[in-house]
């Protein structure tokens, strides 16, 4: 199944900066590891804000819930999904 995600990161004004940056690497490797892995397929910064629009693929709803709250910045996040579906005009055979 796959979904939109809009992840925006809102870390407190307060929070030491070596918390913040330990923060920000374990986020980046465990993104990296999902994209490999095929989970997290699209990963594309929204310009001007600390945000990003990804597409996630996984086998349920529930899935893609555990994986969300293993980010490490997933306390510090708002999150909108959607769910979607292939369009029927797509040209992509790998739209599922």
């Given at each position: ?11 407190p ?14 986020e ?42 293993q ?26």
């Open positions: 199944m796959l979904f939109h995600v809009k992840m925006t990161v809102k870390l004004a307060d929070m030491p900066t070596a918390t913040a940056a330990k923060l920000k690497a374990d980046k490797e465990l993104a990296e590891q999902l994209q490999r892995s095929g989970t997290w397929r699209h990963l594309w910064r929204i310009a001007g804000h600390y945000a990003n629009y990804s597409v996630f693929d996984v086998p349920s709803v529930e899935a893609l819930h555990d994986t969300l709250l980010l490490p910045l997933f306390p510090y996040m708002e999150i909108e999904v959607n769910g979607l579906c292939r369009h029927p005009s797509s040209i992509h055979s790998d739209d599922r």
